[in-house]
T-cell receptor, first 114, second 118 residues
């Protein structure tokens, strides 16, 4: 148990659905992240919320929308997804601004888009 | 831009034996971190070991050690006395220290799937 909890564990959705992924960290960290893990591809950083600022990867489509209401909670809102968006979505947290910064990951949400 | 390459998609080792997983990277920076993460079937990425580029001494964590060759941009992971629980995907990752604020932008390799035979 690393203190980062993701729900749901699995999600199947149609292309017209709207759903949200949730992440919660119990480690007192001040930065949270969304990563995408596709088959046979390196993990890709999608969004970073650090010290109340959002940093994003400009290649992420607008059908993915993050929300970070406080330092402990992170959401990824999904709408009108495509089949190629099927992947494992991993949340992580860390204590930013520390040289010894380490990332702690959740167990991910396995998303299937039909 | 930095890149991380893991040239071994799959590896296999006999229980109690030693195995080495390869990783090379490309960067023009002089200060950075390198990591090995393990992802078992539970899917949770777990930090195995970390190396700071300015430290010449190779990092070790119990049965896990690295061979860090900065000039060659090589960062291999050695697992000694392999156990069944070591079976997992192993990812090599790079992180710059030149950003302000969060340094969470890890650049990952594609991973190596390690099987352990009893």
């Amino acid at each position: 148990e690393t203190g980062v909890t993701q729900t749901p564990r699995h999600l199947v959705m149609g292309m017209t659905n709207k759903k949200s992924l949730k992440c919660e960290q119990h480690l007192g960290h001040n930065a949270m992240y969304w990563y995408k893990q596709s088959a046979k591809k390196p993990l890709e950083l999608m969004f970073v919320y650090s010290l109340e600022e959002r940093v994003e990867n400009n290649s992420v489509p607008s059908r993915f929308s993050p929300e970070c209401p406080n330092s402990s909670h992170l959401f990824l809102h999904l709408h009108t997804l495509q089949p190629e968006d099927s992947a494992l979505y991993l949340c992580a947290s860390s204590q930013a601004d520390s040289r010894g910064e380490k990332l702690f990951f959740g167990s991910g949400t396995q998303l299937s888009v039909l | 831009a930095q890149t991380v390459t893991q040239s071994q998609p799959e590896m296999s080792v006999q229980e109690a034996e030693t195995v080495t997983l390869s990783c090379t990277y490309d960067t023009s920076e002089s200060d950075y971190y390198l990591f090995w993460y393990k992802q078992p079937p539970s899917r949770q990425m777990i930090l195995v070991i970390r190396q700071e580029a300015y430290k010449q001494q190779n990092a070790t964590e119990n049965r896990f050690s690295v061979n860090f060759q900065k000039a060659a941009k090589s960062f291999s992971l050695k697992i000694s006395d392999s156990q069944l629980g070591d079976a997992a995907m192993y990812f090599c990752a790079y992180r710059s220290v030149n950003y302000g604020g969060s340094q969470g932008n890890l650049i990952f390799g594609k991973g190596t799937k390690l099987s352990v035979k009893p």
